[in-house]
């Protein structure tokens, strides 16, 4: 079975994830997408939302430096369309690693998320 895996290579969760990810037996094709070389369009991210059953604001890493410099609440009055333009112009604010398997997405922070993904595909 296919998976994807949107990936950063200098997160530790995203690297243990990927691990995860080759060493399953259920896994048999890993697709890396390093998102901070090849940014996610808006299309995509909009179907990782919705895929995980979250609106944009929930996939942004409220912690990250970057997000208090760039002035950003999630309680701004902000539409769906708003929250994934800002997704795709920084994707340093996205949540990570995103794994896509057979049309089911899983955030693997921690990386359980998707160690129970994969089992529910066993």
């Avoid at 919705?50 to 430096?65: C, D, F, N, S, V």
Wanted: with cysteine.
């Amino acid at each position: 079975m296919k998976a994807i895996i949107y990936h950063n290579p200098r997160c530790s969760k995203s690297r243990q994830t990927l691990q995860l990810l080759e060493d399953s037996s259920v896994t048999s094709d890993v697709e890396v997408i390093d998102y901070q070389k090849t940014p996610l369009d808006v299309a995509t991210l909009d179907e990782i939302c919705t895929g995980l059953g979250i609106e944009p604001q929930q996939l942004i890493r409220t912690k990250e430096e970057l997000f208090k410099e760039l002035g950003l609440s999630i309680n701004d009055n902000k539409t769906r369309e708003e929250w994934l333009a800002i997704l795709e112009q920084t994707p340093k604010l996205i949540e990570r690693p995103i794994v896509k398997i057979n049309g089911r997405y899983a955030i693997g922070r921690p990386p359980e998320n998707v160690a129970a993904l994969l089992g529910n595909m066993g």
